[in-house]
């Protein structure tokens, strides 16, 4: 019985979160931003809605770019250079396309990845009368609550983990590339090195066998 009450509880707590889902609006990238390059991203939001962004660059140079977002009519909430990583929250003034626009122009050679998480919307409770009510919640709602908050815990921490394994993926690309070009540097140089001591040794005895014949 217990059993099937679990399953119940965890059925209700999915119906919930899934209803909730269609009240929030979320766009997360990763996208390549080459060297001299800029890439922007539009949407739609309405007069009143909480918007949330967060961006953060994974891999190429310094681990930098610069940031801007606009409002319509071409009004700057949110200009920021250089940075590797930040997260900003407005609240629209009116009804347009807003835009957020990442630039590497200040970069020659190096490309960029750069992650990013636009939120447009407040979450909604679980449970509309949740603040209404004259009594307190049944286990069953506190169950779905706290499977909730738990499972935006784990969202958050999957992204972290992620971006930190794709940076640490890319460091260590680099460095095994690094280390084969320096091998193959030193295997070069011990190789000509070797040649240029045979050629040294080799004209020593030429030298000899030459007075040899001379003296004689």
């Not at 209803?19 to 991203?41: K, P």
């Not at 407040?122 to 209404?132: A, I, N, Q, V």
């Not at 069953?140 to 499972?151: D, F, G, K, N, T």
């Not at 993926?169 to 280390?179: G, I, K, M, P, T």
Request: hydrophobic share 40%.
């Amino acid at each position: 019985m217990w059993v099937m009450l679990r399953r119940a509880a965890l059925c209700l707590c999915l119906v919930q979160l899934t209803r909730l889902s269609y009240h929030v609006e979320a766009v997360e990238l990763t996208f390549e931003l080459e060297d001299n390059a800029a890439e922007c991203f539009y949407e739609d939001i309405e007069q009143g809605q909480k918007s949330t962004v967060d961006f953060q660059v994974i891999t190429g140079g310094s681990y930098d770019v610069d940031c801007k977002i606009e409002a319509p009519g071409g009004m700057v909430l949110y200009k920021e250079a250089r940075k590797q990583y930040d997260s900003h929250t407005w609240t629209a003034e009116k009804n347009g396309i807003y835009s957020i626009c990442f630039s590497n122009e200040f970069s020659t050679f190096s490309h960029k990845t750069v992650y990013f998480d636009w939120q447009v919307g407040e979450e909604e409770p679980l449970f509309s009368d949740k603040g209404t009510r004259a009594v307190a919640m049944t286990q069953m709602e506190s169950s779905c609550v706290s499977i909730h908050e738990a499972l935006k815990s784990v969202i958050g921490y999957q992204t972290h983990h992620r971006l930190e394994e794709a940076q640490d993926r890319y460091q260590a690309e680099d460095l095994n590339s690094r280390v084969n070009l320096w091998s193959v540097g030193e295997t070069v140089i011990l190789l000509l090195v070797g040649i240029g001591q045979v050629m040294l040794l080799k004209s020593f005895f030429s030298e000899k066998k030459t007075s040899l014949r001379m003296g004689l």
